[in-house]
């Protein structure tokens, strides 16, 4: 089994800043980690990708270039998404999503990089106000 926790959503002003953590844990579960992304839903819309990373590569959607970074942290099956220059377009309920196969999928030269989010978390709110 692999849980997921996300955690930093909240309430900000146009221009501000969040930070958001994904924690993994997984037990009796023969995998292992081979990418995880964020994905985020507005009222209304579908849910899409906004970024991912296997390693260390790491892909964004356009409208978050640039003002958003991923990272991960190994050490604490932990990532994260700093999320700078808020607008209220980003308003959304943000999911983490991992890939957690016993064998890697192949890297594909795209946005979600050919991973399989199979696994995600409950998500998390972030509502931007002007």
């Known amino acids: 089994q692999v849980q997921l926790v996300e955690s930093g959503g909240g309430s900000v002003e146009a221009g501000g800043s969040l930070k958001l953590s994904c924690s993994w844990a997984?037990?009796?579960?023969?995998?292992?980690?081979?990418?995880m992304g964020w994905f985020r839903q507005a009222p209304g819309n579908e849910r899409e990708l906004i970024s991912a990373?296997?390693?260390?590569?790491?892909t964004y959607e356009d409208s978050v270039k640039g003002r958003f970074t991923i990272s991960r942290d190994s050490a604490k099956n932990t990532i994260y998404l700093q999320m700078n220059n808020l607008t209220t377009e980003d308003t959304a309920v943000y999911y983490c999503?991992?890939?957690?196969?016993?064998?890697?999928?192949?890297?594909?030269?795209?946005?979600?990089?050919?991973?399989?989010?199979?696994?995600w978390g409950q998500g998390t709110q972030v509502s931007v106000s002007s």
């Open positions: 999503a991992g890939d957690f196969s016993r064998v890697c999928p192949p890297y594909v030269r795209i946005r979600t990089q050919g991973l399989n989010f199979a696994h």
């Open positions: 997984v037990s009796g579960f023969i995998g292992r980690y081979c990418g």
């Open positions: 990373i296997r390693e260390q590569t790491t």
